[in-house]
């Protein structure tokens, strides 16, 4: 079973600025995809990246697959109190197993 | 609502006692998954399904936990002789593909 490390584990910024969380892997995933999870609710769907080297972008979200496909960023821009929750990253396994890291919760202050 | 359904959403159960959650993935997903997360913690994967054949369990799930999923829709996962440590929201999630989506979890406290 391949490993996710997501950092940081913990941010909290002020509203309007930018930030960056990673997902980090020794090992190459099929595809790999970024969950928000609200308290008490199940994770959000947010994208899914397939192509090394692709980039997504949802409003001010941008996502990113590295080209060796065992990375991945999530950068927002011009952070809000709604951006506010836990992030997940997930990976497909060549088995069709899908992995989760343990989250970056994400603390923006108004 | 055509999403993943689960069921109940919340029990609270004594030590010692056998649970029963079920879930009813979105239609004519072939793959089920079923996932533990515990409070600040990313979903531990539990086992998944395709269709009707388990493909892999979980090596930290002990012989208490069992999951079917009979006829390939919905599923089961049971837990029996609960203990406290049992305590977490149990997530079911469904897929067609490589994109897995959520039901909104079942939470269990065992007392």
């Known amino acids: 079973t391949q490993l996710l490390e997501q950092s940081p584990q913990f941010l909290s910024i002020q509203e309007g600025e930018n930030l960056t969380v990673y997902c980090n892997s020794s090992?190459?995933?099929?595809?790999l995809q970024w969950y928000r999870q609200e308290p008490g609710e199940g994770p959000v769907l947010l994208v899914t990246?397939?192509?090394?080297?692709e980039v997504k972008k949802l409003k001010r979200l941008t996502f990113q697959f590295g080209d060796a496909r065992k990375d991945s960023s999530l950068h927002i821009t011009a952070a809000q109190p709604g951006d506010t929750g836990l992030y997940l990253c997930?990976?497909?396994?060549?088995?069709?197993?899908?992995?989760f890291g343990k989250g970056t919760r994400l603390h923006i202050l108004p | 609502d055509t999403g993943v359904s689960q069921n109940p959403r919340h029990k609270i159960t004594k030590r010692g006692q056998n649970v029963t959650f079920r879930c009813d993935p979105i239609?004519?997903?072939?793959?089920l998954y079923w996932y533990r997360q515990t409070l600040g913690q990313g979903p531990e994967f539990l086992t998944y399904?395709?269709?009707?054949?388990?493909?892999?369990k979980s090596r930290l799930l002990s012989d208490r936990f069992s999951a079917e999923r009979p006829k390939g829709s919905f599923s089961t996962l049971e837990i029996q002789r609960t203990e406290q440590g049992d305590s977490a929201m149990y997530l079911c999630?469904?897929?067609?593909?490589?994109?897995?989506?959520f039901g909104e979890g079942s939470w269990l406290t065992v007392v």
């Open positions: 990246v397939v192509t090394g080297g």
């Open positions: 399904f395709q269709n009707e054949a388990q493909l892999e």
């Open positions: 999630a469904s897929s067609p593909s490589y994109t897995i989506y």
């Open positions: 239609s004519e997903h072939n793959r």
């Open positions: 997930a990976g497909e396994e060549r088995d069709d197993k899908i992995i």
């Open positions: 090992s190459v995933f099929s595809s």
